[in-house]
């Protein structure tokens, strides 16, 4: 597989500075948290980066691009099991 094209490293570091930041912030404002709002707060920042993390390996996967994949190999769209077809970019609704 060829090196992927972007530098995640950096912007995963920049993020992960940004969610440290911001828990750090939220133990200020709330200095009596029990455990468990604490655990919960750091849950929902992690929860932020993880997703970050797999939009971003996820897009950059050569499986991402299915404009050149043939018909069995495209997604199907789940509620009506058709396969997509290879137009371009488009918006969503």
């Known amino acids: 597989m060829p090196p992927i094209p972007f530098d995640f490293v950096a912007r995963?570091?920049?993020?992960?500075?940004?969610?440290?930041?911001?828990?750090q912030g939220w133990r200020l404002q709330h200095p009596k948290a029990s455990l468990w709002e604490i655990e919960a707060a750091?849950?929902?920042?992690?929860a932020e980066l993880r997703a970050r993390m797999l939009q971003d390996v996820a897009l950059a996967s050569q499986a991402a691009d299915v404009s050149q994949a043939s018909a069995p190999d495209r997604?199907?769209?789940p509620p009506a099991a058709v396969r997509s077809s290879p137009v371009g970019r488009t918006s969503g609704r």
Not at 42 to 46: A, F, G, H, S, V
């Open 42 to 46: 750091i849950d929902e920042c992690l």
């Open 75 to 77: 997604p199907a769209c």
């Open 12 to 23: 995963w570091r920049e993020f992960s500075e940004e969610i440290i930041a911001g828990i």
